[in-house]
């Protein structure tokens, strides 16, 4: 909302594109809007992309970057604005019809088929056939030759399941191509990449360009935006603050459109006075499926404390909250609870020493919905409510409602399958299930995921509640302002690592999207 | 599973389909040999070994899998139980232990391989079902164990029927009610106390609605999951020795296919494959369904070709019902 925020959106990419490609945009979104019921997502953006250009769309998580790719893809097709493709107006309605008019989008999630092997998918549903019959020959023929052009050097037949993820990645853009895409959006396509292989994509991004298509790309990284970017648009809160020639743009500058001026606490938390540590974590490493997802984290947690935890995507905040708690990964480092040493083989023995994790993913991980809210509630305390095994489904049910009063939780009654209510109830009940053990660590994971402003607020209440009663919390959200409105110092993750501790005034939204994307800095402390 | 839902949904459903096959029995009674006490009495005693399987059936069902090994268990039962009491002349007190025991290791079998080694329990429980005909047949020499006990001389001799024998083949109640429905009513009602109040069934439930979140709750995943199975193999090595007393001999070849009727019986009961739901309630009333149609139709002296196929489509009825019930 700045000054320089109101940015040259007229002048063109950088000099070296061809001149004929620059006359008419690939791509241009004109005052795009759209609502999800009463909320407003995006507000009048205006996007355009050259062909042999990659133009980073950038902006915080809920800044309206998916949405705008959902509507170029055919995914919302109720949106207000024109979309104009080489200056014909287009209105894709479904993801068919976008792809049929030349728009791809690789999303971090890739469409292939597991069990087929690179021919096959290259040809999904477009197999050259004759009479019927799939021509085997020549689709193989026309797949290595592709597969050729792009430099992947596979064995055409192999499932692409047994690939890595950086190959089956190229793959599909190698479909993208071969279906002659016009704009090809990479949405985060490196999250999911090791080192190596980021510079090998970042390496083919050259080629692709010089095929005169349009690349969107989406990165939260500095060190990728700064090198593959020719222009940048930053969203914010659905609305478009900023749109310049990439060499314009310092780190600093683009950070600050990002994070805005006005970075409105949504809630001011008043801390309890500190008390003695409860958890305190040496030299933390997690391998997840051989990978390094964590590593060298050091951190410690008094009760009442919020420790913070921020990172980008695929920064391993998850995964180091699911190895603490021995839920996942091959977990290296030493633990402390309350000063003790321990050792956690299973999430059993984590709670039995007063740790719980409340997973980012209610429905996947956190709850078993075919069940009710009782049996929801009182699972991790099964053990204590049944002395000898048997229930006494009477006193579940006693604890249950207890829990539902305490927490607010809005339903009929404790034996209401857990599935009938709504989100934001059933995040509570995800939540307060394990206060029935009465947590002395507790994990939170993305605790206001796709819950309504009037439930978040609550659930703020509770955790500042549940910080007066001496428990220690490590917070992972995705939501900046959360973060930094209710933790009392923040740990930065970037790419598995320690990259800034922050407290007070250094934590700032700046300071921590800086940290997070990479951004070199002295490590506060 | 909770008291306000019995009589709704698929419980519902079930009882209504129960309710049609009785009504199907009152129309064409057979000269009024439906409305005799000992049909009822015979249905109920065909269908208990079916039950019982069931049972076992249903405890893994709940959990998310499968157990194809049912049957097989069944035989290798009734040929050990046989070889045991009548050849060999051992106690009841041992052999029926001892039975169930052999039941309990295949079921152990069955679940580590399914959890430990994680091969899906569908194929895991299939290769058990093939491999322990095989031990059945080997440990019966491929024929029937019964009382005719091969003699040094290379001929037979004829030995009497063990009194355990006699006592499962029985009636109790004034003759009213045979032994073997009153040993599935004893099964039924213990499974339904593990299932509905025992902190284990409560996982069971648990892991086959959501194994993942179960696990980062605490519960011992593997542990309860190879309970299930162990409990499915002894059920099905009860029901072993409930056919050999019937058929007073171990026949190695017995139970084939009756790890279907099992499966059958709890879908007709209403309970959802995929886990997390359902009950022994359901159970029974599926059970009670299919025993009935069987004897209805065979008192009306209906092929056994017809019975097939009529079986075949309440089963597929069934499924359809449930499928729009999932859906609304």
């Known amino acids: ?525 | 599973m909770t008291a306000g839902s019995w009589l709704r949904g698929s419980t519902a459903r079930a009882v209504l389909a129960l309710a049609l096959v009785l009504a199907l029995g009152a129309v064409f009674h057979a000269d009024g040999a439906f409305l005799k006490i000992s049909t009822h009495r015979d249905a109920l005693r065909q269908a208990s070994v079916y039950g019982i399987l069931a049972c076992g059936m249903t405890l893994v069902i709940i959990t998310g899998g499968i157990d194809l090994a049912v049957g097989s268990v069944l035989a290798l039962s009734a040929v050990c139980f046989s070889l045991w009491t009548i050849h060999w002349g051992w106690s009841a007190w041992l052999a029926v232990p001892a039975c169930i025991l052999v039941g309990a290791a295949v079921g152990a079998a069955s679940g580590g391989l399914a959890s430990v080694f994680r091969i899906q329990p569908f194929i895991a429980t299939l290769s058990l079902m093939v491999f322990v005909r095989g031990i059945a047949k080997t440990i019966s020499g491929g024929t029937k164990v019964s009382t005719a006990v091969p003699a040094a001389d290379g001929g037979y001799r004829y030995v009497e029927v063990p009194e355990i024998f006699r006592a499962i083949d029985s009636r109790v109640l004034g003759g009213q009610v045979s032994t073997v429905t009153l040993l599935f009513a004893v099964c039924a009602v213990v499974s339904w106390v593990l299932l509905a109040r025992h902190r284990w069934g409560r996982q069971l439930y648990a892991i086959g609605g959501n194994e993942e979140a179960a696990r980062l709750s605490g519960v011992p995943v593997r542990a309860a999951k190879i309970g299930a199975y162990v409990a499915c193999g002894a059920l099905a090595a009860v029901a072993g020795i409930c056919q050999a007393a019937q058929e007073q001999q171990g026949d190695p070849e017995a139970g084939a296919g009756y790890e279907l009727t099992a499966i059958a019986i709890v879908v007709i009961g209403g309970i959802h494959l995929g886990g997390g739901r359902g009950g022994i309630g359901r159970t029974l009333l599926g059970t009670l369904t299919i025993g009935y149609l069987g004897k209805i139709l065979s008192i009306n002296a209906v092929p056994e070709a017809a019975r097939l196929m009529l079986t075949g489509t309440i089963i597929v009825a069934a499924v359809l019902t449930q499928r729009r019930e999932a859906r609304s």
């Open chain 1, 1 to 525: 909302m700045s000054a320089q925020g109101v940015a040259k959106s007229s002048s063109g990419p950088r000099g070296e594109v061809e001149a004929s490609t620059t006359l008419v945009p690939r791509l241009r979104m004109r005052a795009i809007s759209k609502r999800f019921g009463s909320v407003r997502v995006l507000s009048e953006v205006d996007f355009e992309a050259f062909g042999g250009e990659v133009h980073v769309l950038a902006g915080e998580n809920g800044a309206g970057k998916t949405t705008l790719i959902k509507i170029l893809a055919g995914a919302h097709a109720d949106y207000e604005g024109r979309i104009e493709l080489d200056g014909v107006e287009v209105r894709p309605r479904t993801p068919r019809e976008a792809a049929a008019l030349g728009i791809a989008v690789i999303h971090q999630e890739l469409s292939l088929v597991p069990s087929l092997g690179a021919a096959d998918n290259l040809f999904l549903g477009r197999w050259p056939t004759r009479l019927g019959l799939v021509q085997e020959g020549a689709m193989r023929a026309s797949a290595v030759a592709a597969l050729e052009r792009f430099g992947i050097d596979i064995d055409p037949e192999r499932p692409v399941g047994e690939l890595g993820t950086a190959t089956r990645q190229l793959i599909e853009i190698a479909k993208a191509l071969l279906r002659e895409a016009r704009v090809l959006v990479l949405d985060e396509p490196t999250s999911a990449l090791q080192a190596p292989e980021v510079e090998d994509l970042l390496g083919r991004l050259g080629d692709i360009r010089a095929r005169g298509c349009a690349i969107v790309y989406i990165s939260h990284r500095m060190e990728e935006i700064e090198r593959v970017a020719d222009r940048l648009t930053v969203l914010r809160d659905g609305h478009r603050v900023a749109s310049a020639p990439a060499a314009d743009v310092t780190p600093a500058q683009l950070v600050g459109w990002m994070a805005g001026r006005e970075a409105a606490e949504p809630f001011t938390r008043h801390a309890p006075p500190g008390g003695s540590e409860r958890l305190r974590v040496e030299n933390l490493s997690v391998r997840v499926r051989g990978a390094v997802a964590v590593e060298g984290v050091s951190l410690s947690v008094r009760s009442g404390e919020i420790l913070g935890l921020a990172g980008l995507h695929g920064a391993g905040t998850s995964e180091l909250l699911t190895g603490l708690f021995g839920g996942g990964g091959a977990v290296q480092g030493e633990l402390w609870v309350d000063g003790e040493r321990v050792r956690f083989r299973g999430p059993a023995e984590a709670i039995s020493r007063g740790l719980a994790l409340v997973t980012p993913d209610r429905q996947a991980t956190g709850l078993v919905l075919p069940l009710s809210v009782a049996a929801n509630l009182t699972l991790p305390d099964l053990r204590r409510l049944s002395p000898w095994g048997l229930r006494h489904p009477g006193r579940e049910l006693s604890v249950a409602s207890e829990l539902m009063d305490t927490l607010g939780v809005r339903a009929n009654s404790p034996s209401d399958p857990v599935a009938q209510l709504s989100g934001g109830n059933q995040q509570k009940v995800a939540i307060g299930k394990w206060l029935t053990v009465e947590p002395r660590v507790l994990l939170l994971d993305e605790p206001t995921r796709g819950i309504d402003v009037g439930a978040k607020r609550e659930l703020y209440d509770l955790i500042e509640r549940w910080t007066y009663e001496g428990i220690a919390i490590v917070l992972v959200t995705s939501d900046l302002r959360e973060l930094l409105a209710l933790s009392d110092r923040i740990l930065v993750l970037h790419r598995g690592r320690p990259a800034a501790e922050l407290s007070g005034l250094q934590a700032t939204p700046e300071a921590v999207l800086e940290a997070a994307m990479g951004e070199r800095r002295a490590v506060a402390r």
